[in-house]
Every structure is written in C-alpha cells, then in structure tokens.
C-alpha cells in the first residue's frame, strides 16, 4: 500500500493515527490526509496549535513512562524502537509550527512558542533523564556486539546511549532538577531571542523620506523600496527591509556615502538600542546558563560538551583547523582593502575605507578587474528559471529526479510553490515546498527542513521546505538574481536533497539528522552546479528574450569567481571565532558588556580588520542564539573543506554525471547517520578530507 493510502486509511480508523484527548475539530486530531501527510494548512488555526501540542506531550509521556516500566527485559524492539515510534502527535504539530514560526509568524504563535518552549524542554528532559529509561538503554549498549544487530540499528543503539549521557543521564537527582530548571530558561530565553530578533530586525529598516538618497538603485529595487515602505505604513516613503548579515545587497550600489554609513549602522545596531528588542542582556543570561550546564555535566565549557558527537570532537581541533586559514585569509583581505582605498584615493574620496564603503568599492574593483557589472548579469537569472532550469535540472542529471508543480496543496503563504519529486523509477519520492521571497514576519537567513521526515519503521516519506530572504520584486516585474542568491538557491536544495534521498528505518538517524559539521557538506557541495556550463546554459536565460547568457559574460563570472574571497571568509571566521568564545566561557563567568567581549574576541583571534566585521555581530547571531548552530558555526567553514574536496573528487573523475551522482547519492546522500560520518567521507573519496581544495577554490593559496 502505498503511503498516501496508508495515511488515508490510518485518518479513517479510531484506533489508528488520531488523538482521543483532542477535538475532531483540531486538525491534528488525525495525521493529515493529505498527499505524504502534509500539513493541512488550509484548515489549521493559531488556536490548535497549544492544546495540540500539550496533548503531545502527554501522549509521548505516557508512552515513555511504558516503555521505562515494562517488566520485561530491556531488548532493541521494546525500548528503542518503541521510542522511535513515540510522539508521533507532538512532532507533527511541532514541525508544522516551526515552519509558521520561522517562516510566517504572528504574535498568536509567537506567545504560542514563548509559552512552551520551557515545556518542549521538560518533556525532552523527562526522556533523558529518566534513570529507569536509561538503564534500559545502557543494558542494550552493553551487550550491542552479542545482539547480532545489522549495521542501522547498532547505530540507532550508540546514537541513544550517546544522547542519554550527553543530556546528563548520569547525573544524580538533585543535579537533574538543576539541570531540568537551566533547560527550561535556556528554551524560554531562546524564544524570547528569536522574537526580539525578529521585532528589532523589522524595526531596523532604514526609512528614507528623499529619493536622491537612494542614487544607485535600479528602478526595480526603488520600486521594491517604495513597494515595502506602503506596507508597513509610510507611503510616499522608500524602505529597505534588513537582511540577517551584518552587510546589506543595497550597500553595492549606493552612491551616497551618508546613507551607505546609516544602513550598515541600522543593522549593526539592530539589537542594542536599549528598548524590548535589545538582546544583549537575553544572549548574556543564555551563555551563562550553557557555561553552567557544561560545569554541571563535567566539562571545561559548553564546546567541550555540545562538540563530542560532531566530526571535530574538541574546540582544539576547531581552532586548529579554524588557524590554518587565518594568516592567509587576512592577508588576503588586507589586498582587498587597498584596493577599493585605491579607488577611493582615485576619485579623491578624501576618507578612509570604512565597513559601509566595503561593498560599494569591491563593486567598482570587480567592474575594473573583471569588466563585471551586476545589472548586466541579473536580466539572465530569472527565478523560475533557476529553479526549473537550474537547481532542478542539475538534480536530473545527477540523480534522475523530476519534478511537477501542483497548484492543489495548501501552503501557509501565497508566494509559496509546491513540487511533486519523483525518483528515477517514476515513484513518488517526496514532496518539496519553496518560500524564497523576504517577508517582516520570516526571520533572516535560509533554511531547509521537513514537515514530515522519512522512515520506514514508520512509513513516511519526506515533505520538505526551503525558505530564503531574496528580495521581492516590485508588482508586476520579474524576479531578477544576483549569482549569490543564484547559490544560495543551490545550496539549500542540497539540503533538501540530503532529506529527500534518505532511506532509513529509524526517524532519529535519517536523512539531515547528522552533526551539525557534516550537515552543511551536502548542501555547499550542491552549489558547484550553479556553475558548471551544462547547467548555466541551461537557465541562465533573458528574462524578457530567452536568449542565454553571452560566453564573454560567463567568463567575467568565472575569472571573478575567486574575487572578494579574502573579505567573505574573513567576515565568516570572525563569526566562527565569535561563536567559539561565547562558548568556551568558564562557568561562573558574567558577560557585562557585549560590545567589549565581542571586540576582545575578534582581537585575540587576528581577526579585528575594522573594515571586515564579522558576518553576524552577537547580538543578531540567531544561528548561536535562536537556532542549533551554538558552538557549531565553524561547521559551514569546516564542511567547505569536506565539499571542495567532495568536489576534487568528481572533478577528478569526469564531473557531472549520472554515475558519479549516482554513487554520491549512495555513499552519502542516502546514509543519513547511519555510520561513522569520517567513515562515510573517506570511503567516498578514498582518504581523510584535506584542506588544500578549499582554499585553492577560494583563491586563498596557490595551485
């Protein structure tokens, strides 16, 4: 039977799927009968999602609580996979409320989040710290070798025993109700960070009442301007919507310098100015409550703790890895620097390079170098056919996946498109949801994850979403690309790739469900074909004559490929030290003042260039703060050495192919965390990943 039937069938039963304790009326009451049990969006209120939810807490409780007292021996089918298949209602209603929450918020679901947020984290707690559960698993991790298990489910063992003892499991009772109360603050005070961040981030859009300020914009982003500053009420006004970086896309074309200086310091200042939004104190309070749970789980700093099921094991072996690219990259970005000072010595400038002035400088350098200019490029990178063309296409020809847009299944925002993915066999293998345009009630950055997940133990399939903040056209005009947004594009499909390619047994270890420094090498890697010339030809197309992009145009891209590299790793090693020394505090230690620590951090590591800022300051780092990234942002510089070496690979091997996506599909994509994740790579490549790739591909060294 196939799964969609398998969901109708299950709706249909009273035994079956549904919850006793909830009115027929909740749309959770039943899982959803809807193509892959996507989330019925059409029919879900604010109001469903809190009696939902606590009724999915008590279920999985009650179900936890059998599985810790069953009288019969501990064995893997009677406490793991009894686990495996518990809370089916509260990851259902949970999933759906974090694509609302993040995606398409409102103060209704955020007071929803902020109020049980503490309770999530109790109910995670009752599992981890439930002594008699826990002996249950450990009597099975004892005796895993003489249980004859296959390989999944001897993992399935080790990823629970793992978890168990990380969480404190061994801790006596009266330091588990220490650590029960840190859990729940920790949750409530990220809730709060995030809803902050998101006030504050809206609130920091910079309004102008003058055009003439704006010189430089093309029509369409003055437009886009006008358009965004009547919807939130300042019509006959301009507005430009912040992005979650510190820099901002507008910053490479404003000619005028006070204003460059304004926007950046907008969104430098986003959550320091001392009103409700400010999170300085919010993100103090959350490093030291981690600093303490390190301390009371024995272990030096919240890094030492959160890094021992991640591919680099210590925070020693992140700053090694982090040192060997710093005196490079600086230098690098030192060059840069005196390039765009010598541009603005040129036209007599009078001033020196500033942070605000970066962008619009790099900008003209890359137009002299490369004969660049990004309005030339943008007309060829139209939306649709990035996706359709480009993201989908590149996915077709390595794995034989296509894909059928259906009007049919309701989302939770109009903007948002709907895709059938069908495996190469013509089965339905997923169903994949895109929301790329920015909106003030999304947070910032990009994303990808399900709303169902795959498992066979279960028989689901994976729903998955990617979400981005690019730019909304004015009404009526096309939505045109920069080439980065282009790879942004990518590279959370690669993400989505990793989810829909899963073929597990277990939810706990499938799919994306892998440490955080090996999560991101799917996704970065899919970004190479972007660029590989089958693929661009393929959608980068005119938007208003179909014509493709002319060959000299595709050079410039090409030779400027490496262009900015020393500035933009930079930028991005600064936040990976800025995360690192947030979270390598002692316990005890009190953070008074955000600004100095966070400009000490930047020193003691050789990154202070006051012209380079770190990509996300602390106060508006939601990776760190709001989401799982804490002591985890060197994860993206870290799975840009696995990628570019990933990439040496198929390079190597005649590039772009069905087989060699085929194999990457097999060894990777589909495993999960199904093994030794440093296993996985080397069996890929054939050795232990190096570092040389990456920074020849980002021009950092020398061939």
């Given at each position: 039977?196939?799964v969609i039937a398998t969901a109708q069938a299950q709706a249909g039963h009273p035994d079956e799927g549904r919850s006793m304790a909830l009115p027929p009326t909740n749309p959770f009451f039943v899982k959803s009968p809807l193509p892959l049990q996507a989330p019925q969006f059409d029919k879900i209120k604010n109001s469903d999602f809190k009696p939902a939810m606590e009724e999915g807490m008590?279920?999985?409780?009650?179900?936890?609580?059998?599985?810790?007292?069953?009288?019969?021996?501990?064995?893997?089918?009677?406490?793991?996979?009894?686990?495996?298949?518990?809370?089916?209602?509260?990851?259902?209603?949970?999933?759906?409320?974090?694509?609302?929450?993040?995606?398409?918020?409102?103060?209704?679901?955020?007071?929803?989040?902020?109020?049980?947020?503490?309770?999530?984290?109790?109910?995670?707690?009752?599992?981890?710290?439930?002594?008699?559960?826990?002996?249950?698993?450990?009597?099975?991790?004892?005796?895993?070798?003489?249980?004859?298990?296959?390989?999944?489910?001897?993992?399935?063992?080790?990823?629970?025993?793992?978890?168990?003892?990380?969480?404190?499991?061994?801790?006596?009772?009266?330091?588990?109700?220490?650590?029960?109360?840190?859990?729940?603050?920790?949750?409530?005070?990220?809730?709060?960070?995030?809803?902050?961040?998101?006030?504050?981030?809206?609130?920091?859009?910079?309004?102008?009442?003058?055009?003439?300020?704006?010189?430089?914009?093309?029509?369409?982003?003055?437009?886009?301007?006008?358009?965004?500053?009547?919807?939130?009420?300042?019509?006959?006004?301009?507005?430009?919507?912040?992005?979650?970086?510190?820099?901002?896309?507008?910053?490479?074309?404003?000619?005028?310098?006070?204003?460059?200086?304004?926007?950046?310091?907008?969104?430098?200042?986003?959550?320091?100015?001392?009103?409700?939004?400010?999170?300085?104190?919010?993100?103090?309070?959350?490093?030291?409550?981690?600093?303490?749970?390190?301390?009371?789980?024995?272990?030096?700093?919240?890094?030492?703790?959160?890094?021992?099921?991640?591919?680099?094991?210590?925070?020693?072996?992140?700053?090694?890895?982090?040192?060997?690219?710093?005196?490079?990259?600086?230098?690098?970005?030192?060059?840069?620097?005196?390039?765009?000072?010598?541009?603005?010595?040129?036209?007599?400038?009078?001033?020196?390079?500033?942070?605000?002035?970066?962008?619009?400088?790099?900008?003209?350098?890359?137009?002299?170098?490369?004969?660049?200019?990004?309005?030339?490029?943008?007309?060829?990178?139209?939306?649709?056919?990035?996706?359709?063309?480009?993201?989908?296409?590149?996915?077709?020809?390595?794995?034989?996946?296509?894909?059928?847009?259906?009007?049919?299944?309701?989302?939770?925002?109009?903007?948002?498109?709907?895709?059938?993915?069908?495996?190469?066999?013509?089965?339905?293998?997923?169903?994949?949801?895109?929301?790329?345009?920015?909106?003030?009630?999304?947070?910032?950055?990009?994303?990808?994850?399900?709303?169902?997940?795959?498992?066979?133990?279960?028989?689901?399939?994976?729903?998955?979403?990617?979400?981005?903040?690019?730019?909304?056209?004015?009404?009526?005009?096309?939505?045109?690309?920069?080439?980065?947004?282009?790879?942004?594009?990518?590279?959370?499909?690669?993400?989505?790739l990793h989810g829909m390619f899963a073929s597990q047994k277990y939810p706990a270890i499938s799919g994306t469900a892998t440490a955080r420094d090996f999560v991101e090498f799917p996704s970065q890697f899919n970004e190479h074909w972007a660029m590989d010339p089958k693929v661009f030809k393929h959608y980068a197309l005119h938007y208003k004559t179909g014509q493709p992009m002319p060959q000299?145009?595709?050079?410039?891209?090409?030779?400027?490929?490496?262009?900015?590299?020393?500035?933009?790793?930079?930028?991005?090693?600064?936040?990976?030290?800025?995360?690192?020394?947030?979270?390598?505090?002692?316990?005890?230690?009190?953070?008074?003042?955000?600004?100095?620590?966070?400009?000490?951090?930047?020193?003691?590591?050789?990154?202070?260039?006051?012209?380079?800022?770190?990509?996300?300051?602390?106060?508006?780092?939601?990776?760190?703060?709001?989401?799982?990234?804490?002591?985890?942002?060197?994860?993206?510089?870290?799975?840009?050495?696995?990628?570019?070496?990933?990439?040496?690979?198929?390079?190597?091997?005649?590039?772009?192919?069905?087989?060699?996506?085929?194999?990457?599909?097999?060894?990777?994509?589909?495993?999960?965390?199904?093994?030794?994740?440093?296993?996985?790579?080397?069996?890929?490549?054939?050795?232990?990943?190096?570092?040389?790739?990456?920074?020849?591909?980002?021009?950092?060294?020398?061939?």
């Amino acid at each position: 039977m196939s799964v969609i039937a398998t969901a109708q069938a299950q709706a249909g039963h009273p035994d079956e799927g549904r919850s006793m304790a909830l009115p027929p009326t909740n749309p959770f009451f039943v899982k959803s009968p809807l193509p892959l049990q996507a989330p019925q969006f059409d029919k879900i209120k604010n109001s469903d999602f809190k009696p939902a939810m606590e009724e999915g807490m008590k279920q999985q409780s009650a179900e936890v609580e059998k599985i810790a007292n069953n009288a019969a021996a501990p064995t893997f089918a009677n406490t793991l996979v009894a686990m495996e298949k518990s809370g089916q209602l509260l990851k259902r209603v949970d999933q759906t409320l974090n694509v609302l929450t993040g995606a398409n918020t409102n103060p209704e679901l955020q007071k929803v989040e902020a109020e049980e947020a503490p309770k999530l984290a109790a109910n995670t707690d009752g599992i981890y710290l439930n002594t008699k559960l826990f002996k249950r698993v450990e009597t099975i991790y004892n005796k895993r070798d003489q249980l004859k298990l296959d390989p999944e489910s001897k993992r399935l063992v080790e990823y629970y025993y793992q978890n168990f003892t990380l969480a404190g499991a061994r801790l006596s009772e009266a330091d588990k109700a220490t650590l029960r109360k840190l859990n729940q603050e920790e949750a409530t005070l990220r809730s709060k960070f995030n809803n902050q961040l998101l006030a504050g981030t809206r609130a920091g859009a910079l309004i102008v009442d003058d055009k003439s300020e704006l010189a430089g914009l093309s029509d369409g982003a003055l437009a886009a301007a006008a358009q965004s500053a009547k919807v939130n009420g300042h019509e006959g006004k301009w507005a430009i919507p912040l992005q979650n970086t510190t820099q901002q896309p507008q910053l490479q074309s404003l000619t005028n310098r006070a204003t460059r200086e304004k926007l950046f310091m907008q969104s430098w200042n986003r959550g320091e100015k001392g009103d409700a939004n400010d999170t300085r104190a919010t993100i103090s309070r959350i490093a030291e409550i981690r600093s303490e749970k390190a301390k009371l789980l024995g272990f030096d700093n919240y890094a030492a703790w959160k890094l021992q099921n991640q591919m680099a094991k210590t925070p020693a072996a992140v700053e090694d890895f982090l040192s060997k690219i710093i005196a490079s990259t600086t230098e690098k970005a030192k060059k840069e620097a005196a390039d765009n000072q010598q541009v603005i010595d040129a036209q007599n400038g009078g001033f020196q390079l500033q942070a605000w002035d970066w962008n619009f400088y790099a900008e003209q350098v890359r137009k002299a170098k490369y004969d660049l200019d990004d309005s030339e490029v943008k007309p060829y990178l139209e939306i649709d056919n990035v996706l359709k063309n480009g993201v989908f296409y590149a996915a077709n020809l390595l794995y034989g996946i296509t894909f059928k847009e259906r009007k049919d299944l309701p989302a939770w925002q109009p903007d948002v498109r709907v895709f059938d993915v069908f495996d190469k066999d013509g089965k339905q293998l997923a169903l994949f949801y895109c929301d790329y345009f920015k909106r003030d009630n999304k947070r910032g950055g990009a994303w990808m994850s399900n709303m169902v997940g795959q498992s066979y133990l279960l028989g689901t399939k994976p729903v998955i979403y990617n979400v981005a903040n690019l730019t909304p056209p004015a009404p009526g005009q096309p939505a045109l690309l920069s080439f980065e947004e282009v790879r942004t594009m990518f590279h959370e499909f690669g993400h989505a790739l990793h989810g829909m390619f899963a073929s597990q047994k277990y939810p706990a270890i499938s799919g994306t469900a892998t440490a955080r420094d090996f999560v991101e090498f799917p996704s970065q890697f899919n970004e190479h074909w972007a660029m590989d010339p089958k693929v661009f030809k393929h959608y980068a197309l005119h938007y208003k004559t179909g014509q493709p992009m002319p060959q000299p145009l595709v050079d410039k891209i090409k030779k400027a490929g490496k262009f900015n590299q020393g500035y933009s790793t930079t930028e991005l090693l600064a936040a990976d030290y800025l995360d690192l020394a947030w979270h390598t505090l002692p316990a005890g230690t009190k953070i008074t003042d955000v600004d100095k620590f966070e400009a000490d951090a930047m020193r003691k590591a050789s990154v202070d260039l006051p012209q380079v800022p770190p990509r996300y300051r602390s106060t508006y780092f939601s990776h760190i703060w709001g989401s799982g990234y804490a002591a985890g942002y060197y994860a993206y510089m870290w799975t840009s050495m696995l990628e570019n070496d990933a990439f040496a690979w198929f390079t190597a091997h005649g590039g772009l192919t069905r087989a060699n996506g085929q194999r990457f599909r097999d060894m990777v994509l589909s495993r999960g965390n199904t093994e030794d994740l440093g296993k996985m790579f080397k069996d890929f490549t054939g050795h232990n990943p190096v570092i040389e790739p990456m920074l020849e591909y980002k021009g950092l060294v020398s061939k």
